[in-house]
């Protein structure tokens, strides 16, 4: 059985513990408020993560790729919505999945991309069944709730022999926020304006039995949920130090880091040099951009103790520089000798588990399982 001590760095952990803790925060909420809870699997894209969330309570999943269906599908997984907007040369792959069994939801949010369902649904016997994704905060992409549009595309689909199951949503700019009462305005912004399309494509005398929106800064701070049928959250399964930023996770429950070795110094310079570079950490720099800034990740003990003040200030393709973030620290040879073994905590959890073909569970024993990750559209 392996350990921290024995692994080869860089490489990706999960803190069982941590995640489990994760999971039952989320699945507790979403269940006080009475809806159903359908994970986005995007962020670790993993098989033993998922079975972890449907073992909680999860009622199917969120995929980002169609390669993440078909992995989710062939682990018994059935029911799974593709939250991306569909283009007709995906129908295909998304015909197979069907015709296999799998209850495959799609979205769309313009005529033309309905139109290209119902006449690939046409020719091939198939009755699609479609989601209309709705803007609710200007961040991305969907049909504002009040745009005639959102009509067009639903009549578009019914009248094509398409089912029309309902409207889906993600307040994307909740990453934004850094307050409970900004958090709790944009979890009711998001709801509200969701259920107000619903009504509208219901008084139009179209079907719309699905409410589903989610992210999960919006999903941990929602306060009452009347009118959705089923949140999607994704990144709250190991969170990260964007999350920590926005306000919904402390740095312990942070459950992915990588694993890293000090292998020399720059003393005058005050930097520790670990075999941890972009390549294991991901060049994304997400907390730049927040009130406070963590380089590309917070320093931890191999223990997961956080190293206060020291942060990965530099990345290369595979060195990674830790810097005291208040000056230069001319000890630092003495706080971190070579051979130190180090955990870093990300900025994105899903950018850094991106970089890693496998994941090293760590149980409450310190003892690493190998789950591996997979990747693909």
Same mark, same amino acid.
């Given at each position: 059985?392996?350990?921290?001590?024995?692994?080869? #760095?860089?490489?990706?952990?999960?803190?069982?513990?941590?995640?489990?803790?994760?999971?039952?925060?989320?699945?507790?909420?979403?269940?006080?408020?009475?809806?159903?809870?359908?994970?986005?699997?995007?962020?670790? &894209?993993?098989?033993?993560?998922?079975?972890?969330?449907?073992?909680?309570?999860?009622?199917?999943?969120?995929?980002? #790729?169609?390669?993440?269906?078909?992995?989710?599908? *062939?682990?018994?997984?059935?029911?799974?919505?593709?939250?991306?907007?569909?283009?007709?040369? &995906?129908?295909?792959?998304?015909?197979? +999945?069907?015709?296999?069994?799998?209850?495959?939801?799609?979205?769309?949010?313009?005529?033309?991309?309905?139109?290209?369902?119902?006449?690939?649904?046409?020719?091939?016997?198939?009755?699609?069944?479609?989601?209309?994704?709705?803007?609710?905060?200007?961040?991305?992409?969907?049909?504002?709730?009040?745009?005639?549009?959102?009509?067009?595309?639903?009549?578009?689909?019914?009248?094509?022999?398409?089912?029309?199951?309902?409207?889906?949503?993600?307040?994307?700019?909740?990453?934004?926020?850094?307050?409970?009462?900004?958090?709790?305005?944009?979890?009711?912004?998001?709801?509200?304006?969701?259920?107000? %399309?619903?009504?509208?494509?219901? %008084?139009?005398?179209?079907?719309?039995?699905?409410?589903?929106?989610?992210?999960?800064?919006?999903?941990?701070?929602?306060?009452?949920?009347?009118?959705?049928?089923?949140?999607?959250?994704?990144?709250?399964?190991?969170?990260?130090?964007?999350?920590?930023?926005?306000?919904?996770?402390?740095?312990?429950?942070?459950?992915?880091?990588?694993l890293t070795t000090v292998i020399g110094h720059q003393e005058d310079k005050g930097w520790a040099i670990v075999d941890a570079g972009?390549?294991? +950490?991901?060049?994304?720099?997400?907390?730049?951009?927040?009130?406070?800034?963590?380089?590309?990740?917070?320093?931890?003990?191999?223990?997961?103790?956080?190293?206060?003040?020291?942060?990965?200030?530099?990345?290369?393709?595979?060195?990674?520089?830790?810097?005291?973030?208040?000056?230069?620290?001319?000890?630092?040879?003495?706080?971190?000798?070579?051979?130190?073994? +180090?955990?870093? +905590?990300?900025?994105?959890?899903?950018?850094?588990?991106?970089?890693?073909?496998?994941?090293?569970?760590?149980?409450? *024993?310190?003892?690493?399982?190998?789950?591996?990750?997979?990747?693909?559209?």
């Amino acid at each position: 059985m392996s350990s921290i001590s024995t692994l080869d #760095t860089p490489c990706a952990l999960i803190d069982v513990t941590r995640m489990a803790g994760n999971i039952s925060r989320m699945q507790s909420q979403l269940d006080r408020l009475g809806v159903r809870f359908r994970p986005h699997v995007k962020t670790a &894209k993993c098989q033993e993560v998922a079975q972890a969330q449907i073992e909680a309570g999860a009622q199917g999943v969120t995929v980002s #790729t169609l390669k993440e269906a078909e992995e989710f599908f *062939d682990s018994g997984i059935t029911d799974i919505v593709y939250a991306v907007g569909i283009v007709a040369t &995906k129908l295909p792959q998304v015909l197979a +999945l069907r015709r296999r069994g799998c209850d495959l939801k799609i979205i769309a949010d313009s005529v033309p991309a309905a139109q290209a369902v119902v006449a690939f649904g046409q020719q091939h016997g198939e009755r699609f069944e479609v989601w209309i994704e709705v803007d609710v905060d200007d961040h991305r992409s969907g049909i504002k709730p009040d745009d005639d549009l959102l009509i067009a595309v639903g009549r578009t689909l019914v009248d094509g022999g398409m089912q029309l199951g309902g409207v889906l949503a993600h307040a994307g700019s909740s990453y934004e926020c850094n307050t409970r009462a900004a958090l709790v305005a944009m979890a009711e912004q998001e709801r509200s304006r969701s259920v107000h %399309a619903a009504k509208r494509l219901r %008084a139009a005398g179209l079907p719309c039995p699905v409410v589903s929106i989610g992210s999960t800064p919006t999903a941990l701070s929602a306060e009452q949920l009347e009118g959705v049928t089923e949140v999607r959250a994704g990144v709250y399964v190991f969170f990260d130090l964007v999350m920590h930023n926005v306000g919904v996770c402390t740095l312990d429950e942070i459950a992915l880091s990588v694993l890293t070795t000090v292998i020399g110094h720059q003393e005058d310079k005050g930097w520790a040099i670990v075999d941890a570079g972009w390549m294991a +950490l991901s060049r994304d720099r997400g907390t730049q951009r927040q009130p406070q800034d963590f380089g590309y990740g917070q320093v931890c003990t191999a223990d997961g103790e956080v190293l206060a003040g020291y942060v990965v200030s530099g990345a290369n393709q595979e060195h990674g520089i830790i810097a005291a973030t208040a000056g230069v620290d001319k000890t630092i040879a003495q706080r971190l000798p070579i051979g130190t073994r +180090l955990r870093i +905590l990300p900025n994105h959890a899903c950018a850094t588990g991106a970089q890693h073909p496998v994941y090293q569970a760590i149980d409450a *024993d310190g003892n690493a399982s190998a789950w591996p990750r997979f990747y693909g559209w």
